[in-house]
């Protein structure tokens, strides 16, 4: 059952006694990108990408182990993108937040999946 908590079954060695039950593997890929308009028309790309390979063994450790990997993704990034900045000599770029959802829904022709034929298609 996902997220109950409990571990597999456990298969122990005969000879020793100890718990041999081999430990789920999960490849997890974290990915950050920024883009940043450095001058009219110019712009930076800045981007960080970290894969990891995790045990676990139930799915509060999986959960657990894929936030630390988060956490320490953007910590990655942070430095990354800090140095970018640094030694292209751009200083802090201040991020300006536009509204781009709304001019894209003002852009959107109609919804295709409202469409019931050829005849309505421009």
Known sequence: MAGSGKKTEKIVDAET???ITPKRQTVVTK???RTLQTA???SLTVNHTAQDT?????TEEREKKIHNLTKLAVKDFIQ???TVLDQLKLGQMHAFVTNHIQEKEAEKGPD???VEGLDELE
């Open 54 to 58: 995790i045990e676990w063994e139930t």
């Open 40 to 42: 009219k028309y110019f």
């Open 31 to 33: 990915g950050i990108t």
């Open 17 to 19: 006694g100890n718990d």
């Open 112 to 114: 295709l999946l409202d």
């Open 80 to 82: 990354t993108h800090d």
